[in-house]
């Protein structure tokens, strides 16, 4: 995505979209969101305070920011889902990708695009059993303005927490994961085994504990089944 042809934008900039044909995962997986029924931004920040080797940690502010500000609105049942997804009651609310720029071993700027189902109510045959959105589980429309105010205040909040505490926010991200502690399938190299989510490391690898101790994956090296 290019947010500027001719310079730098101030940092916490929003960039609004009314209209996401094809949202893009991790993965290559995508995502269909109904024009202006939901909310598809992305947010323009300059973590240079960052090492480049604990980047993800970013991703963690980001997960745990969108998903506290879901449950200011929702009270409880969101959780975050490794990498990046945002769900409730087992299926997904929405999700995070973050497109960084990076010059040798500085940081030179993050976008962050932030996509949420908020008032679609009916979904495409392939996402109905695994989407939910803020309408369904509220019974009622929400303004997709307020929802983002209340993100944009959320993130601002772990962004600072982000460049005092990375400890803290490792352990806040942690208790908010899904499938934390408990048995969960996984496929790695079309063979599937049972796990159990041990965390997540500062450089984004999923630590399973396995038959054979515990292992470590990175975002291409297992797929999440249930």
């Not at 105010?149 to 994961?177: F, P, W």
Request: with cysteine.
């Amino acid at each position: 995505m290019m947010v500027s042809n001719s310079g730098p934008v101030p940092e916490g900039t929003v960039i609004m979209a009314d209209h996401q044909y094809a949202g893009r995962g991790q993965q290559g997986n995508t995502w269909h969101s109904e024009p202006g029924l939901n909310l598809t931004c992305s947010i323009v920040l300059y973590p240079e305070f960052l090492d480049v080797s604990n980047q993800y940690l970013l991703n963690m502010a980001v997960c745990v920011a969108v998903r506290d500000a879901a449950n200011s609105v929702l009270e409880e049942g969101v959780v975050i889902k490794w990498p990046n997804d945002i769900y409730h009651s087992d299926k997904k609310l929405g999700g995070i990708l973050i497109e960084n720029a990076i010059s040798g071993k500085k940081y030179k700027s993050a976008i962050i695009g932030i996509g949420l189902n908020v008032n679609q109510e009916y979904f495409s045959e392939d996402q109905v059993k695994a989407a939910i959105s803020f309408r369904e589980i509220l019974g009622r429309e929400l303004k997709v303005d307020d929802l983002l105010k209340i993100i944009c205040h959320h993130l601002e909040v772990q962004y600072m927490r982000l460049r005092d505490s990375a400890d803290e926010l490792t352990d806040d991200y942690h208790n908010g994961l899904y499938r934390l502690g408990t048995p969960a399938l996984f496929e790695e190299s079309g063979r599937i085994f049972e796990a159990t989510i041990k965390g997540v490391s500062k450089s984004g690898r999923l630590m399973l504990q396995t038959t054979k101790g515990v292992k470590e994956y990175g975002l291409k090296e297992v797929v999440f089944l249930t």
